[in-house]
DNA sequence: CGTGTCTATATTGTCGACAATATAATATCA
DNA sequence: TGATATTATATTGTCGACAATATAGACACG
């Protein structure tokens, strides 16, 4: 009974009836996982031949990523896939930061009790996971993902929705894919997964908030001695 | 020498070249100002004579209001802006507080000496202004946005830049023309502009974002009466 | 040899026509 | 008469063709 796959942002839902929503999909998804690369150019023509459509919904699309701040696009021009650098990578974090603890503090104040247990269900799969293949990261990451999804559904707050789950996240994931970097602090996490799930049960909104942003603080730091890292290496 | 005028997030810029980013504009304009009213059905067709252009561009306009959430459409049916609850502005409120006070944040530690002075002469001719005419409601509102826009500005976040003078405010203004509301609480919100000021100056990140949640706090808090009143009315 | 202009080409922007879908009005049957 | 099936209509979805613009290359000139 894997609770994740479900409930996890679906890259593309089956249940598409249009072109241009469609072709915003595997777009977004060609873009964040890197099969387009960040900078290059999006030739309307050759995707509208890649994707099997004509130019009309490929624009429409165009638009939607680019509202999305996915892609750039410039009059006469074209549009182009977003540059990624250090510092713009950082600034999403603190975004998130404050958004995630405003959802932690909803959450507390609206989530009811069936909410919470099924947040405690989750993560306790994610424990038993992480016990049982000593963090394979892909579940890891999974879990974090779905832990997070909970939290943020459940703050009931549909503009921070949107924001977090439609707009930031993937270029969260974006990143994550581009830069190569998986998250070594399961264990850590969890424990503050663990703290930030009983300040919710609580209805401890200010508490769930200090935790929440501590903990997107930290995987920020966590990034961003990556990125260090990676500097020194290059 | 007003300062405001020319900074001030423009209602739709000239230099716009291309057909769907104006209709874009004039669209958001009409349903922000509250020309095309809330929850009213849009119809292509319609608009399309309205603005002298074919449906293709005003798909795309109608694409990017979606994205940045202020129609919602159905596939096959169309699109229809959004309705305005009580509960909805009470969370985009929630949102801005985090945002806002990242942006101060930020801006204490990013902003330069000039930047600084700037911020200081905007407060300086809204304080006048507000002096002259005892806080004549126009100038009072473009003052204190403007105020808030160049703190935002100066975060050098660009994706808080985008969230806050692209896609929120326009929420805001829509809440603010259609429930009718002016803040009159002008000369509390000048002083708590003030210490927000300081904090920066200062370098005090965690104070001004202290100060400046507060203060989009009693905004609210604002807000929130002016929504009882109205029930009482009603 | 560098610089500026001009032209050729490719790409984006725009439009009108046609196809597909949902809604409403009508008709049919139990 | 009520409910269901069916058609009619209006609206959205999609496409291909044409116009406008920017970019790269050739060419002339200083």
Sequence with gaps: ???????????????????????????????????????????????????????????????????????????????????????????????????????ARQAAERMDAAAVQQLRDTLAAHEQRIGQDGGHTYFQESGDVDFHYRIIQGSGNRYLIKLLCHDLYYLVRMYRCQFGMRSKRGPAALKEHGAIVDAIARGDGDMAELLMRAHVRASRANVEQMLMEKVEVN
Tied chains: 1, 2.
Excluded: W
């Excluded at 777009?27 to 994707?51: F, H, M, P, Q, T």
């Excluded at 459509?53 to 624009?59: A, D, F, W």
């Excluded at 638009?63 to 021009?77: C, I, T």
């Design 1 to 103: 009974m894997p609770v994740a796959a479900e409930t996890t942002m679906s890259s593309c839902p089956e249940d598409i009836k249009t072109i241009p929503e469609r072709v915003f999909c595997q777009l977004r998804e060609d873009i964040v996982e890197g099969r387009i690369s960040a900078g290059s150019r999006i030739s309307e023509a050759e995707l509208a031949g890649r994707y099997g459509t004509s130019r009309g919904p490929l624009r429409e699309a165009i638009s939607q990523l680019a509202a999305v701040g996915l892609v750039e696009r410039r009059p006469n021009v074209g549009a182009r896939v977003i540059e990624l650098s250090s510092k713009q990578l950082l600034d999403v974090f603190h975004v998130r930061e404050a958004l995630e603890g405003t959802a």
